[in-house]
């Protein structure tokens, strides 16, 4: 018979570090706590340095109020903080911080060292922490207004984590938060690089906004599908805004973004509600891009109930949820039937996208060479996006999509299936198509084939039909919508000479279009889609510089082009979809698939972006095949 087991009150050391795992689990969950700190002090900056994921070192700097020299000796211990005086506080507290444990967790698992400096300071101070305790007095230094905390050696005394973090793995989870911060907080600016990189993985600007950081976190292909979320019900005591997108954007996974009171939380019940929203809007598999920032009265909200306070319980939870809920399939359901007139429609149709004809240039469809075919140009700014071209190449993606064997998927669903060696890469086909017809048009410059159109496209009516849709941002302080549609009529047709010699954009002088410029031969995108280009040709490129205009153009007919036509020809619904969603498969395949092995040169943001993944090794599905 074993005997009893002593108990035995733990050393503090080891309560403190027991405590301290809760709280950071990893380094991204130090670094939310670090810079929840610095929006607190009402940073407009916040500069993030990471090394091996933030496991060897994670730095932040940031340019708020800073820390007073006399609190400099408490700041690691915990429940040190300035946010509460008294339990009854916790029901009112509007700052991230609250409980005085972040720093003190931090320490108790890394190698600590801050530099701070107040307003009102004459210097700046710098010192070290080890286990929540100071080590020797805080030393005068020089530095700006504001704090940098250095974490090094996370987790130096605790190996078995440590040696379950991957370097990769927790960079991707730092840039995933950096990334949602700063559309939350867009008004601070925004820096994550790594240590001994030029380059900034994620660099924002200050004074933006939540739809310009999307953009740039998450890419143009999402921005541009987005609508504006925002109500506000005085019953609930419920202010909501965000950004969603609409039923054309079909991404592979789902991407939910949720603050509550300005603070990042999982809340499944508002996720499982979006996701039966969108079902009705989207095929099985595909999955929308959401943003959504809801401002309830703090009393309503309980911040306390997880120790990295990632998850929220708040009053009146039912109603609330199914109130956003409401509001996002009223806006959906707004935008779907704006989308199902004009273009849309067959006898309405301001854009017939059967065409005349289609006159490839020699370059239409390219045969077997050891890299794209470029034409001769002269003019300095092609040449320079070209080198861009040359300089963003990774090798190894080239050789993936060089040398690869197509094994299936749903281009209309915007994810295929390819095999390159042993290795299945899933692929995210609307972003990689865009930068790919990007690529042509530059490649290609002002030598293209043609696509006619059977009735001229009316540019104003056009235009017209684009500022009634949401996505399009329009706003009374834009002005009316008929002199916005007549103004960028009036200008594409003055840029019409330009636009025909170097684009084959042909415009004549009554503001009507009547051909576009053919890519790939037997390829043809959605001409539905051509009014919102139209708007956008006239407002989202930087015409007064030759170099930005030139790439804005090639951007925004390659995001254009990235949409294909799926044409529906049979009578019988279920055999039509089938028989045009197989088709266009093999369509896409045989053009753009086939184009891509020798014309495509991928950038490094492939990977990046992961618009391209591995999912699996040949020789780890044999035992599976083996036990069948």
Known sequence: MSELGVIRKLDEVVINRIAA??????????????????????????????????????????????IRLKDMDIICERFTTSKLKKFEDLATVGTYGFRGEALASISHVAHVTITTKTADAKCAYRATYVDGKIQGQPKPCAANQGTKILVEDLFY?????????????????????????????????????????????????????AKNNIQLIYGSEIAKELFDLGFEDKDLNLQVTGHATNGRYKGPRLEMIIFINGRLVECPSIKKQVELVYSEYLPAKSYPFVYLSVEMPQRFVDVNVHPTKESVEFFNERAIIERIGSELKEKLSANHKSKSHGVAVESSKSVQPMVIEQKPNKAANPKTTTGPKRNSVSLDSVKELRKQIDEQLDQNVQEIFSTHSYVGGDWQKGVIFIQHSTKLCMVQTQEVCSEFFYQLLINRFGDFGQLSFKEPLDLASAALEALQLEECGWEESHGPKEELATAISAFLTQKRAMLEDYFNIVINEEGKMLAFPLLLENYVPDFGELPMLIVRLATDVEWDAEKECFSGVCREVASFYAHPELRLDSTNEKDRDDHATNEFNTVMENSVLRAMRTEFLPPKSILERRLLLQVARVEDLYPIFERC
Do not use: H, W
């Open 21 to 66: 795992g809760e709280v950071i689990q990893r380094p991204s969950n130090a670094l939310k706590e670090m810079m929840e700190n610095s929006l607190d002090a009402k940073a407009t900056s916040v500069q993030v340095v990471v090394k091996d994921g933030g496991i060897k070192s994670l730095q932040i700097l940031d340019n708020g109020t800073g």
């Open 157 to 209: 005394n605790c190996k078995t984590r440590r040696e379950a973090l991957k370097p990769n793995e927790e960079f991707s989870r730092i840039c995933d938060l950096v990334g949602k911060y700063s559309i939350q907080n867009s008004l601070t600016a925004f820096n994550l690089k790594k240590l001994g990189d030029s380059t900034a993985e994620i660099n924002t600007p200050v004074k933006s906004s």
